[in-house]
């Protein structure tokens, strides 16, 4: 197990299938991004206007953001929304809404 510390967080970074909640690759993506940035806990969470025990929880996988805070996340990790919540890069075309064939 490896482990990386920013501050006083220290995040492990293990397998999500070991995280308890549901949500927990999530969890993953968006505390391995958050260190990336060098941002602690703290740190991200007021740049969301939420707490940390609230932004914890979703680092524990134990529940998601709501999709306000999940476009929020995109544009502060600067990944796209399939890349936060899959894990995987964008691979379809970009289509603005409205315009062309539905």
Same mark, same amino acid.
Request: aromatic share 6%.
């Given at each position: 197990?490896?482990?990386?510390?920013?501050?006083?967080?220290?995040? /492990?970074?293990?397998?999500?299938?070991?995280?308890?909640? @549901?949500?927990?690759?999530?969890?993953?993506?968006?505390? @391995?991004?958050?260190? =990336?940035?060098?941002? =602690?806990?703290?740190? &991200?969470?007021?740049?969301?206007? /939420?707490?940390?025990?609230? &932004?914890?929880?979703?680092?524990?996988?134990?529940?998601?953001?709501?999709l306000a805070i999940l476009v929020a996340l995109t544009?502060?990790?600067? /990944?796209? $929304?399939? =890349? &936060? $919540?899959?894990?995987?890069?964008?691979?379809?075309e970009a289509r603005n809404v409205g315009e062309g =064939?539905?």
């Amino acid at each position: 197990m490896a482990e990386m510390e920013i501050g006083s967080d220290t995040y /492990v970074a293990d397998s999500a299938m070991s995280r308890s909640g @549901r949500f927990g690759e999530l969890g993953t993506r968006i505390a @391995r991004l958050r260190i =990336e940035k060098g941002w =602690e806990r703290l740190l &991200l969470a007021e740049k969301l206007g /939420v707490s940390r025990d609230r &932004l914890s929880k979703w680092e524990r996988g134990e529940n998601a953001p709501p999709l306000a805070i999940l476009v929020a996340l995109t544009i502060l990790f600067e /990944v796209t $929304v399939d =890349e &936060l $919540v899959t894990g995987k890069p964008w691979a379809g075309e970009a289509r603005n809404v409205g315009e062309g =064939e539905p």
